[in-house]
């Protein structure tokens, strides 16, 4: 396999500082939502030169059939294989309801074939509350422990003593210590839904 490997938390700081160019306002329901999202990540993928596909699949052996994935990419090298893919490169999933955290993360670490097995994954799912996190982080922890890939979870809440929503991000290295960062979810004077990380919220908020 010809391992690709990301500090996936850039990933996560390029969609944090992009997310107002997704132009979306609160007239925008939960399923365009996911959709600018998951076109985001595909035009990152195709920006960085792999395929990218929305709605793919990939076998699961303990269900027996094709699960879908929300967005993957694919590096294709004519030098090693003209007729497949080289490898998975990235396995995305994209959850609005909070009663699928689980299903989620069992689509993410599903048991396939070997050239399935993604090099890299990113899950965005919304939670009810933060007490959900640690029990999630730890199941994606022993989940990974035969897949080995390098993990992004990003986990999205209502926080309501405040009046926005709160976006933490978990990059899980395959090898070595989680990275965490934290952003803010709002929208800005024009009705339009930005990002920006926790530390930058009370000066862009004095400024909106």
Partial sequence: MNNVSFNLMTFFEGYVRNYRRLNLTDSHNKS??????IEYFANLGEALGYDAFIEDSKPDK???RSRPMDLSWWKWDSRIDQESYV???????????????IDTIDKLFSSTHEAYIPQNVIGIQNVSSTSKIANLNNLV??????????VLMVYCFYDHDNNFDRVWAYFIPSS?????????????TFG???MCFDEEYGNINSSV
């Fill in 176 to 188: 070595g210590p989680i990275e965490v960062r934290r952003a803010i979810r709002t929208f800005d």
């Fill in 141 to 150: 922890m022993k989940k990974n422990e035969g897949q080995q890939s390098n």
């Fill in 192 to 194: 339009y839904w930005y």
């Fill in 87 to 101: 490898s998975l490169i990235l396995h995305l999933e994209r959850e609005n309801q909070w009663d699928k955290d």
């Fill in 32 to 37: 365009m939502f996911t959709r600018r999202e």
């Fill in 62 to 64: 303990t269900k027996g």
